[in-house]
């Protein structure tokens, strides 16, 4: 069942789609060559590497606790009013999916807004979302570190309400195998931010991954 909140108020403003995709220098060949829908040339650099940050129950953990198995990684933020609830809850539903064909995934919700999420706000939010869904928040400089090493882009945005405001942000979901690192990113859900994936379709491009590592 996808599960999802449903905010009111003005739509986030993502953004980032370029930015993110002129950074990756994808090699041809290896095991995973069969399974790359997104090969990007120019710009060099990588992505992922090590982060240190503070989970939904309020302890320290390293890339190195949090990626113990395949992972999906997210990048956004609880107060965001659709983008983010629809690609987290699109994460689950494909986590789902994979869980059937005999893959556990991990899912991780990575906040982009430390100063509102604190680790209780994100333990509600992902545990609606996903029993297994794991949040992630920090200090600005270890969410601003993590971001980096996955070039997410992410920004305060306008002002809403009352002490309010919206976050700029990527949506992309990364991939990451613990013996190979980062092998694959992918676009938001459908019909919020544009064009995207649907959870069967990254489910089927995710397994391909699983299947090789």
Do not use: W
Request: with cysteine; hydrophobic share 40%.
């Amino acid at each position: 069942m996808k599960k999802a909140y449903l905010f009111g108020g003005a739509a986030v403003v993502a953004v980032g789609v370029g930015l993110t995709a002129g950074l990756l220098l994808r090699e041809d060949g290896g095991p995973f060559a069969p399974c790359r829908d997104n090969v990007i040339a120019g710009g060099g650099g990588t992505i992922g590497g090590d982060f240190t940050l503070v989970s939904e129950t309020g302890e320290t953990v390293t890339s190195d606790d949090v990626i113990d198995g395949p992972t999906l990684i997210y990048f956004g933020y609880t107060f965001c009013p659709d983008v983010c609830p629809y690609d987290a809850a699109r994460n689950a539903e494909v986590v789902d999916l994979l869980d059937a064909r005999g893959y556990d995934v991990t899912p991780v919700f990575v906040t982009i807004d430390p100063a509102r999420d604190t680790p209780e706000v994100l333990a509600e939010y992902t545990d609606y979302l996903h029993p297994d869904m794991l949040g992630l928040t920090g200090s600005a400089e270890q969410v601003d570190a993590a971001a980096r090493a996955y070039r997410a882009y992410y920004g305060r945005g306008p002002d809403v309400g009352e002490d309010g405001y919206l976050m700029n942000h990527s949506v992309f979901s990364y991939l990451v195998l613990p013996e190979h690192g980062f092998v694959e990113f992918y676009r938001g859900a459908p019909g919020v931010a544009g064009e995207g994936i649907e959870s069967d379709a990254m489910a089927e491009s995710m397994e391909c991954y699983l299947s090789r590592a």
